[in-house]
Every structure is written in C-alpha cells, then in structure tokens.
C-alpha cells in the first residue's frame, strides 16, 4: 500500500468508525406480547412450508448437487423432513480449499471498509428475518422459542461486534516512534480458513466463526454440522444477499467423518475454526500440526470443546435463586449447551434444602415438541443422542440416587426427562464426563474450600458459577475458580456478545473468548513496518 492508497484507506476507515453507534446486544422478542406470539406462529407456518426441500452445495461460486444426499430431521417429529443437502465428497472438499486458495488474494485484497458494510448488511438481513431465522431452529434444532431468539440474537450480535472491533483492528496500532523513522504496525488476514460447528448454535456459532473470518478478509470453507445444514444453508444464501462475493466462501454439508480429516490436513488450509466436543477438537489439534507436502505456515487452531460446568452453592447462599440457576442452567436447551450445569455441588449444611427445591422447581418443567410454546424442554437433538443420555441416566442411577426424572418423556420426538441425581461422588462418571443431555449430578460438599476443590476437579475449565453470600468465598472463586467464564449469584448460562467474551481452559478448548475484544486477532497476523525518513 503506499502512502496516497493508505491515507485514503484511512479516510474511509475515519469515516465508518464514528458512523457506527456504540455496540448494543440484539433484544430479544418477548413472546407473552400478542404481536410477537403472532409473528412467530406465521414464521413457524411460513418456515413449515419449506419442509423438504433441497439445498445445493456452494463451491467456487458454483451451485453444485452430489449423488449422495443428507436429511436434516424435526427432532419433535422424526418423520419429517427439514432439508436435503448435499453431501460432498474429498475432490469437492478439496476443490473448496483450493478455491477458497485462489480467491483470496482478492477478497484480502478488498477494504476493510467494504467488508465491515457487508457484515453489517448481514446483520440488517438476519434482523429482518428474525422469525423465520427462530423457527428453522425450532424445527431443525428443537429449540424452544425463547431459546431459538437467543441463538438469532446472538448471531446479530455477533455481526455488529466484530463489525466495531474489525473498525477498531483497521486504525492504524498505536507504536512506540523510533528517531528519524516512521514505524507502523498493521493487521493482515491469514488465508483459508475451515469453519466448523456444532448443532448446538447452528446459527451464532457458525455465523461468529464465519463473519470473524470474513471481516478479517479471510477466505473460508463452511462445513456445517450434519444435524443442522438448513439453518447453515439460510445463513449462507444471507451472505450472498449481504454482498459477500460467491468465491469468498464454501459452503460445504458433508459427513466430517468423510471430508473433515481432508479439510483440516489440506496444505492450503491456514486455520481451522472448530467448536464441538473434545475427541473431535483434540484430532484435528493433532492432525493440524502435522506440516503436509507443499505447506507453507504452521496451522492455526481455534478449538472451542467441551464442558462439565458446576454451580457451586453455598451454606449461606440464596437457596431460592441457586435452585432456580441452576435449574435453567441445567435443563435450558435440555442441558445442550456447553456452558450447561451439569455439576451441582452443595455445601452439607444447605444440602437438603436446596436438593428438595431442584426436584420440585424440575419436576414442574414441561417437556415436548418445541414449537409449542407451553414447552420449557423440548427434545434432544437426535435418536443416537437419547440413547446415550439415557446410558449415562443408567450408569448416574448406579452411581447416587435418582430424584427427579429419570427416563424418556411420552412423545414421537427425542424426548428426555429432565433428571437430577443427588449423592454423587467425585470419581463418578456423572461427575467427570461430559453427558450434554439434561442430566444433572448433584454433591455434597463438606465446606466451600472442599466444594471449590471438587469444582476444579474436572478436565475441563468452561463455565462455572458460585451462590454465595461470603464476600470472602467471592473473593477466592474469582482467584481459584479454574474455568475461562465465570459467574457469581447468578446462572452460569446466557454469555453475551461483549459483556462475557466466551472461551474455555484445559480441555474445554484455546479460549478463545468469542465475542470479546481479543477474538479477531486470531483471525490475523501482525505486520510490523518500518521506514526510515531522516
Ligand atoms: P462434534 O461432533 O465434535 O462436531 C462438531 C463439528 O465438527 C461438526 O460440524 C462435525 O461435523 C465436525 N467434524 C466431525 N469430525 C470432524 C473432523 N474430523 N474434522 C473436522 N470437523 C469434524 O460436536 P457436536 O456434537 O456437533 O457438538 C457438541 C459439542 O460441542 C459438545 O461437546 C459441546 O460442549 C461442544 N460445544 C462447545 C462450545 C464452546 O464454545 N466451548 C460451544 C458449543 C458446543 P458432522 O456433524 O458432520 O460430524
């Protein structure tokens, strides 16, 4: 860039930094108001009525249809239909490196500007569609509405945020002036990057991996989860209707069991963006560091896994508001998030009390499909899915004693009760291994320093959260607490885009802290330039 291009650059960076108003989060619709119950029983007709359609894949701007097909199901209702998609192959997976290879030159090429408009652009679109965006993850993913607002939103929110901070990255960096020279330092994207997400947050944690790599002016290849391709496909048709070009991303269904290995080994693949479980994110840690023929760089990985998040609750703590912490925590999205409590721990002197409040507060949840909005729970996300929780119910019921729930809840869809099991040791499977069902482990802990140790004893480090009326036992969860995202006196779900910027320690992952001011630097590379000038 010399310097007349740079000032111009900078002129139009001046110029849509202040237009931009201060960061806001998305609100999210109250559904008890008439008019929006209204608007989203139409989506849900409108959305209803697409039911089985066909979805093409996207490789270098090609539209492209494969023999072998992928069937996204209602999870409320397992005979119908929600998608058809493509399923690629490797010689497409691989086209769509390669692809993503040539066009980045271009894409890097193009202002930050004209990037941040786009994603803004994109934002504006998701906004608009909100609804209808709410109802495909009611049906695809078995989303509540409430839940299914808070993954939309959050998916806005991401697009305005990385809007600001991309602005922000695009100013030139403040440096130290070395005498008689002009010294800079700027940001420079990677190159190709594989995105690939979970069904949990079909919607923002693709769009967050995939806008963050876009704004950054990275190529990327969009590999949705196989349970969630329609979402997936929507959002990538919002994207060409935001005026990303056609070539700046792939949009690539497939098995990962078939294409994923290829994507991530591929030499032209610069990073990868994974979210999803632990055995997956440690394979492809693995895998990327292995330098292939023809690789030029050392591969980036952003690897966002799994969690065994525990609530502490203290013999002093407001046992009405922990029990109802940790029960939404624990059964929101029938306990499919990562941040989920699934680890109750209970100081001995509040144990009962606070147990008996959990069964009732759980016992009072309604369980089934999820379009119904008189539904807390709906089902879980697939027939594979239920059976291993109801394993795991097994093996918790041998392990402690079961209090609330316990089996599948009446239905044609993938039900589960939502279960509490109480008396459970630290050494149980429940209290180690990730469950991602709406399973609930509850110990007792002798004293805080005893429940804080049986907090960290955990191979993962992602959310945690502390019932406590002891300033000094706040005071020490704030030090000792070992997971990347904590929260006192309230529930340890709900991160929000800005306030909680969201990542975990050991096992759970890079901590990466999406939705934070350090995310889009891993989506970059600092270029250090100096010229001397006397
Ligand atoms: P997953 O089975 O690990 O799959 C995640 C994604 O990876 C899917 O798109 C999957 O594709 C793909 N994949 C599979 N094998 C691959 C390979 N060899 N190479 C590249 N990609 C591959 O996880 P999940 O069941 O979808 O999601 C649940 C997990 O995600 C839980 O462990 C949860 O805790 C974690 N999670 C973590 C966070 C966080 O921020 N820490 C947030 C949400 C969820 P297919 O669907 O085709 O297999």
């Known amino acids: 860039m010399d310097s007349q291009t740079r000032l111009s650059y900078l002129e139009s960076m001046s110029a849509i930094s202040p237009s931009l108003p201060e960061f806001r989060n998305e609100p999210l619709a109250d559904f008890s108001a008439p008019a929006n119950r209204h608007s989203m029983q139409a989506a849900l007709d409108k959305v209803r009525a697409e039911f089985g359609r066909e979805y093409d894949l996207l490789v270098d701007g090609e539209r492209i249809k494969t023999t072998e097909k992928l069937r996204s199901l209602n999870p409320s209702h397992p005979t119908e239909v929600v998608g058809i998609h493509q399923k690629a192959t490797p010689e497409l997976a691989s086209r769509a490196v390669e692809s993503a290879y040539n066009y980045f030159a271009d ?91 979970p069904w949990n947050f ?104 799994g969690g065994k998040d525990a609530i502490i609750v203290d013999s002093d703590a407001d046992l009405d508001k922990a029990a109802e912490g940790v029960v939404a925590s624990a059964f929101g999205y029938q306990g499919q998030k990562c941040s989920a409590c699934s680890r109750a721990i209970v100081d001995e002197r509040v144990y009962d009390a606070f147990l008996d409040q959990v069964k009732q507060r759980t016992e009072a949840l309604t369980v089934g499909p999820a379009e119904d909005p008189a539904n807390y729970m709906g089902p879980v996300i697939s027939d594979s899915a239920r059976r291993t929780i109801l394993q795991y119910i097994d093996i918790g019921s041998k392990e402690g004693k079961p209090v609330a729930g316990g089996a599948p809840a009446p239905g044609d869809g993938y039900f589960i009760q939502p279960t509490v099991i109480a008396d459970i040791a630290s050494n149980a499977r429940i209290f180690q291994e990730e469950i991602f069902g709406p399973v609930l482990a509850v110990t007792k802990a002798k004293d805080f320093q005893h429940a804080l140790a049986l907090a960290n004893d955990s191979q993962y480090g992602l959310t945690g959260a502390l ?45 990466s802290k999406a939705g934070g001011p350090d995310y889009l630097l891993l989506f970059l590379q600092a270029k250090s330039i100096a010229e001397r000038v006397a």
């Open 107 to 197: 894409w890097s090429a193009t202002s930050a500007a004209n990037r941040i408009a786009k994603l803004l652009a994109a934002a504006r679109l998701l906004r608009e569609h909100k609804f209808e965006f709410d109802a495909w993850l009611v049906y695809e993913a078995g989303k509540t509405w409430p839940e299914a607002e808070a993954d939309v939103s959050e998916a806005i929110d991401f697009c305005e945020y990385y809007a600001r901070e991309m602005a922000r990255l695009s100013d030139p960096r403040p440096v130290v002036q070395m005498p008689g020279e002009r010294d800079e330092m700027r940001y420079l994207p990677l190159g190709v990057g594989i995105v690939s997400p």
């Open 202 to 305: 079909p919607l923002a944690i693709l769009v967050g991996m995939t806008v963050a790599s876009l704004v950054t002016g990275n190529t990327v290849v969009i590999k949705p989860s196989s349970e969630t391709p329609t979402v997936a496909a929507k959002f990538a048709e919002l994207l060409l209707e935001a005026g990303f070009p056609d070539r700046s991303f792939c949009f690539l269904p497939g098995s990962g069991s078939a294409i994923g290995d290829l994507l991530v080994q591929h030499p032209k693949t610069r990073y990868i963006a994974f979210t999803g479980s632990r055995d997956v994110g440690l394979r492809i840690n693995e895998l990327a560091a292995k330098t292939q023929l023809g690789q030029r760089w050392i591969k980036r990985v952003i690897a966002e896994m």
């Open 467 to 511: 019932y406590s009326n002891t300033p000094e036992h706040i005071r020490e969860a704030r030090e000792k607490f070992f997971v990347g995202n904590l929260y006192l006196n309230r529930k340890c779900t709900g991160a929000m885009v800005g306030a909680h910027p969201f990542g975990g320690f050991n096992m759970s992952g890079t901590d």
